[in-house]
T-cell receptor
Framework: EAQVTQNPRYLITVTGKKLTVTCSQNMNHEYMSWYRQDPGLGLRQIYYSMNVEVTDKGDVPEGYKVSRKEKRNFPLILESPSPNQTSLYFC?????????????FGPGTRLTVT | SQKIEQNSEALNIQEGKTATLTCNYTNYSPAYLQWYRQDPGRGPVFLLLIRENEKEKRKERLKVTFDTTLKQSLFHITASQPADSATYLCALSPPGGGADGLTFGKGTHLIIQP
C-alpha cells in the first residue's frame, strides 16, 4: 500500500530536549516536505527536499533541521525545542507523475513542548 | 509571497444541495491549483488539480473552476452528503509550476446537515 508514515504520532517533551520525527515513503517519490499546522494559521511549509542530498527552506524553517540521505526518508530534527514549536506536523511526498503533483500526506505528529 | 483567502467561517449546507467553496489569491497567478480534503486530526487528501489554462475540471460529484482574471477558484460538491463534511484546502503552486513551494489556504470547514 502506497503510504507516508511518521513516527511518533504523539510526543510530549520538555524545552531544550533534542528530538527527531521520522518520515518515510514507499512510493519512490523524489519530493518530500514538512509542514506544521496551527489553528488560524493553516499549513505552513518548514523544509522541502527535491531529491537525495537536496534540501531547501520553506516559509518557517527557524528552529528545525532536516536531512535527506536516502530517497525514502526525510527526518525532521528539533535541536532545542521550544513551546512555540507545539504543533501538528505533517510530512508529505510527491513525484512519479508530473501531471498532478499530488502530495501524499502522512498521518501527522502531534508535538507538545512544555 | 502568495496570499490566499478561503471562507474563514464554517459553511453549513443541507444534504442534497450543492456546496460551493471559494479560494481567492492576491499575487501572482499559479501554474496550477489543487484542492485537498482534511478530516480532523488527519493529513490532507488530494482531490483535484486544475491548471492555469483550464477553466473547469470534474471528478464524480466534484467540480473545480479557475478564473485567472478574477484570481479565484471555486470548488463545488453536488448532491452533498453528510460524509462530505470536512475541511477543504486549496493549494497554489509557484508561478513556474513544479512540486515545490505549494502555498496552502487556511481551509473552509464544510458541514453537510442531514
Amino acid at each position: 500500500e502506497a503510504q507516508v508514515t511518521q513516527n511518533p504520532r504523539y510526543l510530549i517533551t520538555v524545552t531544550g530536549k533534542k528530538l527527531t520525527v521520522t518520515c518515510s515513503q514507499n512510493m519512490n517519490h523524489e519530493y518530500m516536505s514538512w509542514y506544521r499546522q496551527d489553528p488560524g494559521l493553516g499549513l505552513r511549509q518548514i523544509y522541502y527536499s527535491m531529491n537525495v542530498e537536496v534540501t531547501d527552506k520553506g516559509d518557517v524553517p527557524e528552529g528545525y533541521k532536516v536531512s535527506r540521505k536516502e530517497k525514502r526518508n526525510f527526518p525532521l530534527i528539533l535541536e532545542s525545542p521550544s513551546p512555540n514549536q507545539t504543533s501538528l506536523y505533517f510530512c508529505a511526498s510527491s513525484g512519479g507523475t508530473r501531471l498532478t503533483y499530488e502530495q501524499y500526506f502522512g498521518p501527522g505528529t502531534r508535538l507538545t513542548v512544555t | 509571497s502568495q496570499k490566499i483567502e478561503q471562507n474563514s467561517e464554517a459553511l453549513n449546507i443541507q444534504e442534497g444541495k450543492t456546496a460551493t467553496l471559494t479560494c481567492n489569491y492576491t499575487n501572482y497567478s499559479p501554474a496550477y491549483l489543487q484542492w485537498y480534503r482534511q478530516d480532523p486530526g488527519r493529513g490532507p487528501v488530494f482531490l483535484l488539480l486544475i491548471r492555469e489554462n483550464e477553466k473547469e475540471k470534474r471528478k464524480e460529484r466534484l467540480k473545480v473552476t479557475f478564473d485567472t482574471t478574477l484570481k479565484q477558484s471555486l470548488f463545488h460538491i453536488t448532491a452533498s452528503q453528510p460524509a462530505d463534511s470536512a475541511t477543504y484546502l486549496c493549494a497554489l503552486s509557484p508561478p513556474g509550476g513544479g512540486a515545490d513551494g505549494l502555498t496552502f489556504g487556511k481551509g473552509t470547514h464544510l458541514i453537510i446537515q442531514p
